[in-house]
């Protein structure tokens, strides 16, 4: 059974700094997607940032390239979602949320990273959600 455990939100200045954990268990191999969504007060669920498991490769999204960065750490079965320069449009609840690729048949880690960059559908696993609240 696939779980996904958050901690890290909270509230901060804009050009703040806040760092998004998401602790990820159930996996049998670590060839998984995790992503870091987030959803504002009547918006629509946004995609920010993935990471493909098994070799480590990443995607962010537009409207936060260059100040989000997503990272894991395979000792502690953890993905990180680290967020620079805090506007006040950042504040949403994130989610962490998971996707197995290898359920569309695919096998090599090539086909398996393009598929956590390019689905959405697909991340049916959630985290609990952490709110992040920019504001001054």
């Known amino acids: 059974q696939v779980r996904l455990v958050e901690s890290g939100g909270g509230s901060v200045q804009p050009g703040g700094s806040l760092r998004l954990s998401c602790e990820v268990s159930?996996?049998?191999?670590?060839?998984?997607?995790v992503g870091w969504f987030r959803q504002a007060p009547g918006r629509q669920l946004e995609k920010i940032a993935t990471?493909?498991?098994?070799?480590?490769?990443?995607a962010n999204g537009g409207s936060v390239q260059g100040r989000f960065t997503i990272s894991q750490d395979n000792t502690k079965n953890t993905v990180y979602l680290q967020m620079n320069s805090l506007e006040t449009e950042a504040t949403a609840m994130y989610y962490c949320?998971?996707?197995?690729?290898?359920?569309?048949?695919?096998?090599?880690?090539?086909?398996?990273?393009?598929?956590?960059?390019?689905?959405?559908?697909?991340?049916?696993?959630w985290g609990q959600g952490s709110q992040v609240t920019v504001s001054s």
């Open positions: 949320k998971s996707a197995d690729p290898k359920e569309t048949g695919r096998a090599c880690n090539f086909m398996l990273a393009r598929i956590c960059r390019r689905a959405t559908d697909a991340y049916t696993y």
């Open positions: 159930g996996y049998t191999a670590r060839r998984h997607c």
């Open positions: 990471i493909y498991t098994g070799t480590g490769i990443t």
